[in-house]
């Protein structure tokens, strides 16, 4: 028979194993929880984003500029919580249209607002309807892989978020106001000559046209409800009236409108963050070469024309070797 004494020590001897088993596990899954959580922040010291819980979910739309033509069912196929307001301007009949068709996508995009104003998502992104577009700055021009990439935590931070980091084709410099463009009679997508009275009629007498502008482009980018509603209401609508009363051509003020959102919403004219920095903060790529300021290995390449091949990811019936 086992003696009291001895008995007692064993006990004590147990309940004290047992706390430390106790203690050890709650360490464990406090350091677990503070690594495993599913959204993202942003880190100062490192330049890149660690995942948090603490980010808010909102809800989070797509506006879409789209023509009756264009398919878009692979933002329905891959972003079913999205809520997805696609515009068909060339349907009169449509859910949801606009008043006239002019001005590319911006019509669309000022519709959106105006209709919204009182009832906006927490985010925003405004696109162009197909998935493979020249401009889609992905190394096969994916725009699924575009959206799947981009974080929604830095749009919460900064407001308004471009979505393409690339420099070609509107940084570092585009427009340049006070300079004759000869490309703007010869081709209609330039707006250099006409940009400086537009400049005027949008912003206001008061303010200076800048001498150069850019922002990379072509008119893709996210907004915050928040930032959408430091302008009045009234104020969008004063911009979609001009856009449909001015003389300017449709890609002229199209063109003006893509070269003026950055600012509307706070930036300056000239808005390039390098290509290193882009990635890292708006799509999450922190790992890239970036030999140039305007540009990272692997990522984009402008092509000779502004539609892909027929049949593009597949090409001469070879595969992209993108990822979906």
């Known amino acids: 028979m086992m003696r009291p004494r001895r008995r007692s020590s064993n006990i004590r001897l147990a309940l004290y194993l047992l706390v430390l088993v106790l203690i050890a596990g709650y360490l464990v899954n406090r350091q677990r929880g503070a690594t495993s959580n599913e959204d993202l922040t942003y880190e100062e010291d490192l330049g890149t984003y660690a995942h948090t819980s603490k980010s808010r979910k909102g809800e989070r739309a797509f506006v879409v500029a789209s023509q009756e033509k264009d398919d878009v069912a692979w933002l329905y196929d891959y972003f079913p919580d999205w809520t997805k307001y696609?515009?068909?301007?060339?349907?009169?009949?449509?859910?949801?249209?606009?008043?006239?068709?002019?001005?590319?996508?911006?019509?669309?995009?000022?519709?959106?607002?105006?209709?919204?104003?009182?009832?906006?998502?927490?985010?925003?992104?405004?696109?162009?309807p197909t998935r493979y577009q020249w401009h889609n700055d992905d190394p096969d021009y994916d725009g699924l892989m575009v959206l799947r990439n981009f974080q929604v935590p830095y749009l919460e931070q900064e407001g308004y978020v471009n979505l393409r980091c690339a420099w070609q084709l509107g940084c570092p410099n585009e427009i340049k106001p006070?300079?004759?463009?000869?490309?703007?009679?010869?081709?209609?997508?330039?707006?250099?000559?006409?940009?400086?009275?537009?400049?005027?009629?949008?912003?206001?007498?008061?303010?200076?046209?800048?001498?150069?502008?850019?922002?990379?482009?072509?008119?893709?980018?996210?907004?915050?409800?928040?930032?959408?509603?430091?302008?009045?209401?009234?104020?969008?609508?004063?911009?979609?009236?001009?856009?449909?009363?001015?003389?300017?051509?449709?890609?002229?003020?199209?063109?003006?409108?893509?070269?003026?959102?950055?600012?509307?919403?706070?930036?300056?004219?000239?808005?390039?963050?390098?290509?290193?920095?882009?990635?890292?903060?708006?799509?999450?790529?922190?790992?890239?070469?970036?030999?140039?300021?305007?540009?990272?290995?692997?990522?984009?390449?402008?092509?000779?024309?502004?539609?892909?091949?027929?049949?593009?990811?597949?090409?001469?019936?070879?595969?992209?070797?993108?990822?979906?």
Not at 101 to 123: H, Q
Not at 226 to 233: A, C, G, T, V
Not at 293 to 304: E, F, H, N, T
């Open 86 to 128: 696609r515009y068909i301007v060339d349907n009169p009949k449509a859910e949801l249209r606009v008043p006239i068709n002019k001005g590319r996508e911006s019509m669309v995009y000022l519709t959106f607002i105006i209709d919204n104003y009182d009832n906006l998502p927490d985010y925003t992104l405004f696109l162009h």
């Open 178 to 324: 006070y300079e004759n463009d000869p490309r703007e009679k010869q081709q209609q997508g330039h707006a250099g000559n006409s940009y400086y009275h537009a400049f005027k009629e949008i912003f206001g007498e008061a303010r200076e046209v800048p001498h150069e502008v850019g922002v990379s482009c072509c008119a893709q980018f996210a907004l915050t409800r928040d930032k959408i509603r430091e302008i009045p209401r009234s104020e969008y609508v004063r911009l979609r009236e001009w856009l449909a009363k001015t003389p300017l051509l449709d890609s002229i003020s199209g063109r003006v409108m893509e070269y003026s959102w950055h600012i509307l919403f706070g930036k300056e004219p000239i808005h390039c963050p390098s290509a290193q920095d882009c990635y890292c903060k708006v799509f999450g790529l922190c790992d890239l070469r970036c030999p140039e300021i305007g540009m990272c290995d692997g990522r984009y390449v402008l092509p000779p024309f502004s539609s892909l091949p027929n049949g593009w990811p597949e090409y001469n019936s070879k595969p992209c070797g993108c990822t979906t």
